[in-house]
């Protein structure tokens, strides 16, 4: 008697065990198809249809799982484990322990990444500020936009964004430029969910660096109404070697035409396909805009002698590969936002990239191309949980030999 409560007692464990693995290996299945089709140039209504896929599979695929589980001990004589394996006419319950095993191989994957990858020589963070703007303007800064459920998720951190100071190390980085202050903006997403105050408070902070040169990667507006807050936001901003700007996807969705007008207005210049120079004194650095793949072509740097310094801002992350081939030293994206929402132990969770949640924010280091990945000052959908906005001012130094 006693030992058949054991044996029972461990059949039932050894199966809750399963079943967490299971869906487990199910939800990273569903969350990394979901990153890289948001990593394709794909209309919005498509995007729609291609989400319902995911959440019908993050949420039926579950129940699957504990069907089988049960299906197979009323069934079957042979056991592992204290668990029962299909019968040979019921192998179709194994089909969703093969979609879950295989989201288990990929997450495997992304830890072990994560584990080996090399930390950026000559980087440091010197300097984190939380600013709660829920405490300097009163309340929190909600619109009347969509998702606003999430902004009373408990713990969301979209309101408090992270400002910091990082500090980068280059080979060829001209003297002029030795210790240039960087502002790096991105995301910002006007959409109406979060208000304009917000912004408006964020912008005014991020200027008070007093930065050199100010660059933002993409992602600006979400309704094409909210054209009308870039005048109290972006055109706050001012520093003596200019403000460069690219769109992202998000803007691809919309006209980018009145967006491109209005930011020309305020004095904000356009990252194209042909690289720039950035002239400070004697000394010059190149600097070009890379918004694939949802606009433009490759930018072109053939004009660029070999021993400038090159800057290039793309949207996404995923343009890394064509960044090191073409020798760029500083490469500025965003698009990820973290992830969202980071879990412990699992990291980040949505980073619609087609490697996945590999950049979803961070520094990396990719010889030649050093790589700053913002989390962005927001989102279509604002819920960040341990992916707190950023914004953050970064000082270029020269790399000892
Ligand atoms: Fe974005």
């Not at 249809?49 to 197979?72: C, E």
């Amino acid at each position: 008697m006693f030992l058949a409560i054991v044996n029972l007692t461990m059949e039932i464990l050894t199966a809750i065990g399963l079943l967490f693995l299971g869906v487990l290996g199910n939800s990273w299945f569903w969350t990394s198809y979901t990153n890289r089709i948001y990593s394709l140039p794909i209309p919005s209504d498509r995007l729609d249809q291609y989400r319902i896929v995911h959440d019908i599979g993050m949420l039926t695929v579950p129940f699957a799982l504990l069907f089988s589980l049960i299906r197979v001990s009323m069934t079957s004589h042979h056991e592992i484990a204290g668990i029962a394996l299909p019968q040979q006419n019921e192998n179709w319950l194994l089909a969703p322990w093969l979609l879950s095993g295989a989201g288990l191989i990929m997450l495997s994957s992304t830890l072990l990444k994560r584990i080996l990858r090399s930390k950026p020589p000559g980087f440091s963070v010197d300097h984190r500020e939380i600013v709660h703007t829920e405490q300097l303007l009163g309340q929190k800064s909600r619109g009347e936009g969509p998702y606003q459920k999430l902004l009373r998720v408990p713990g969301n951190q979209a309101f408090s964004p992270e400002f910091n100071e990082k500090t980068f190390t280059f080979d060829r980085l001209p003297a002029e430029f030795y210790g240039t202050k960087l502002l790096h903006i991105s995301d910002v997403h006007f959409l109406g969910t979060i208000d304009r105050p917000f912004y408006e408070l964020v912008f005014e902070k991020a200027q008070q660096w007093s930065p050199d040169l100010i660059v933002f990667t993409g992602d600006l507006l979400d309704r094409p109404e909210k054209i009308e807050w870039i005048d109290t936001t972006f055109g706050q901003l001012h520093a003596p070697l200019g403000c460069y700007y690219i769109l992202g996807n998000h803007d691809w969705h919309l006209d980018c035409d009145p967006i491109r007008d209005r930011m020309a207005d305020i004095g904000w210049q356009l990252c194209g396909e042909k690289a720039e120079f950035i002239t400070k004194e004697s000394g010059q650095i190149a600097i070009a805009g890379d918004e694939r793949p949802w606009m433009g072509n490759a930018p072109q740097f053939n004009q660029v002698d070999e021993r400038i310094f090159r800057m290039l801002l793309s949207h996404t992350p995923d343009n890394i590969n064509w960044a090191r081939q073409h020798q760029i030293d500083f490469m500025l994206s965003g698009h990820n936002h973290g992830g969202q929402i980071k879990l412990p132990l699992l990291g980040p969770v949505y980073s619609p990239s087609r490697y996945g949640v590999h950049y979803a924010d961070g520094v990396f280091y990719e010889p030649p191309t050093t790589l700053h990945v913002s989390r962005g000052v927001s989102g279509k959908h604002p819920l960040r949980i341990g992916a707190r906005p950023e914004i953050s001012l970064l000082t270029l130094l020269r790399r000892a030999s």
